[in-house]
């Protein structure tokens, strides 16, 4: 299942990635979607900003180790 988003701003998804799955649901607020998912058998969260062109930039940290990485998606 792609992402799909719900009623009042809420989303769930999944994502293949490699040969892994990744499950998450999330929340949209004044352009503004924070994601919480699992991938790996690990936890993470991101923060992403929706910007004026449709790309979200975000910021991402899983794992027991933590770390924080960035990612930009763009619209198909």
Not at 1 to 23: A, C, E, K, S, V
Not at 57 to 68: A, K
């Amino acid at each position: 299942m792609p992402l799909q988003f719900h009623g009042q701003g809420t989303l769930r998804g999944t994502l293949r990635i490699g040969g892994d799955t990744t499950n998450g649901v999330g929340v949209l607020s004044n352009g503004v979607l924070a994601v919480g998912y699992t991938h790996a058998r690990e936890t993470g969260a991101v923060l992403y900003v929706v910007n004026a062109d449709g790309s979200l930039s975000g910021r991402f940290t899983q794992g027991r180790d933590g770390g924080v990485g960035t990612e930009r998606w763009l619209p198909r």
